[in-house]
């Protein structure tokens, strides 16, 4: 597709189980970012590649989470040993290069941790 | 702390008339912002952006104001349309330094009433 495809759409997962969501940015897009939105929050940023570069993980808010990006291309972000504050939509995006470039988003993946 | 504040949760306007959403930076680093614009169960879209070099950029029906001095900025909607009501988020970056990332607002839902 000519957007950025995210997996699941939704996902209802147990409090302890692992997570793992799926990114496809737009195809030659170098920089791919991970954010969250909670609900009534903003946009929290996560993650952040560009290109070789080493990823920017600032924004990850515990070291029970991690991303990957693989090739360069598809991104995966793993929830660990999830816990209900975990439940948020969480959207990625990509854009060509660094800033200004315009950054593109997905719908997003929603998450629910019962 | 909240580096990007969007002080207004929500807003409601007259279709026709005039919509102003504001937004407050506190980060003086920031030379990039931009404005977001989302409906239910989408990704955020790409708006309008600005870079600290002007104080006014003009796409058709939206505008945005960047005052450096105040760090402040704001979206102006002429004439509001009911396809407008939506969540606005803003964004700023440091694009010229070491950040990558869009740091955002918790947003402000517009609503325009026919």
């Known amino acids: 597709g000519a957007g950025v495809s995210q997996s699941p759409s939704n996902k209802v997962t147990e409090k302890g189980k692992d997570v793992e969501l799926r990114c496809d940015p737009i195809?030659?897009?170098?920089?791919l970012y991970w954010y969250r939105q909670s609900l009534g929050q903003g946009l929290e940023f996560l993650i952040y590649?560009?290109?070789?570069?080493?990823?920017?993980k600032s924004g990850l808010p515990s070291d029970r989470f991690s991303a990957e990006r693989t090739g360069g291309s598809v991104s995966t972000l793993t929830i660990q040993r999830t816990q209900q504050e975990d439940s948020a939509v969480y959207l990625c995006a990509s854009s060509l290069g660094r800033l200004p470039d315009t950054i593109y988003f997905g719908e997003g993946s929603w998450l629910t941790v019962v | 702390d909240q580096q990007v504040k969007q002080n207004s949760p929500s807003l409601s306007v007259q279709e026709g008339r005039i919509s102003i959403l504001n937004c407050d930076y506190t980060n003086s680093m920031f030379d990039y912002f931009l404005w977001y614009k989302k409906y239910p169960a989408e990704g955020p879209t790409f708006l309008i952006s600005?870079?600290?070099?002007?104080d006014k950029n003009e796409d058709g029906r939206f505008t945005v104001f960047l005052n450096k001095s105040a760090k402040h900025l704001s979206l102006h909607i002429v004439p509001s349309q009911p396809g407008d009501s939506a969540v606005y988020f803003c964004?700023?970056?440091?694009?010229?330094?070491?950040?990558?990332?869009?740091?955002f607002g918790k947003g402000t839902k517009l609503s325009v009433k026919p």
């Open positions: 590649f560009q290109g070789n570069s080493a990823p920017d």
């Open positions: 964004a700023a970056s440091d694009y010229g330094g070491s950040q990558g990332n869009l740091i």
């Open positions: 600005i870079s600290s070099i002007k």
């Open positions: 195809s030659g897009h170098t920089a």
